[in-house]
């Protein structure tokens, strides 16, 4: 079984920067793609950013993209984001996922198997 575990979240104001880890631990793991969602109070989860694991390509929503970067380890399959010019609309729980099995799907929630608990990010105006 793969446990994904997030840390990093917490408290920063706006225009201030965070940093997110996800580590995945339990059997041999060889991801696809991994990918950040959050969720912010009263509305759904949406995708943040993904990266594919054997090339490196990253995706974005356009509500981050210039401001956080999705990057990862091999040797520990531990992806990070950076958040820069963090903004009160990205209050949210973030979460990281994981998929083994290749597909061409990118942002859809649904398409990945494995789910960490989620670390609480709050930006204060």
């Known amino acids: 079984q793969v446990q994904l575990v997030?840390?990093?979240g917490g408290l920063v104001q706006a225009g201030g920067s965070?940093?997110?880890s996800c580590a995945a631990?339990?059997?041999?793991?060889?991801?696809?793609r991994m990918a950040w969602f959050r969720r912010a109070p009263g509305k759904e989860r949406e995708f943040v950013a993904a990266i594919s694991w054997s090339t490196g390509?990253?995706?974005y929503a356009d509500s981050v993209k210039g401001r956080f970067t999705i990057s990862r380890t091999n040797a520990q399959s531990t992806i990070y984001l950076q958040m820069n010019s963090l903004k009160p609309e990205d209050?949210?729980?973030?979460?990281c996922a994981?998929?083994?099995a290749p597909t061409a799907l990118v942002v859809e929630a649904t398409t990945?198997?494995?789910w960490g608990?989620?670390?609480q990010v709050t930006v204060s105006s």
Request: proline letters at 3%.
């Open 57 to 59: 390509s990253t995706y």
């Open 18 to 20: 965070l940093r997110l």
């Open 98 to 100: 994981a998929r083994i």
């Open 117 to 119: 608990q989620g670390t």
């Open 112 to 114: 990945y198997m494995y």
């Open 25 to 32: 631990s339990g059997r041999t793991f060889s991801p696809y």
């Open 6 to 8: 997030e840390s990093g």
């Open 91 to 95: 209050t949210a729980v973030y979460s």
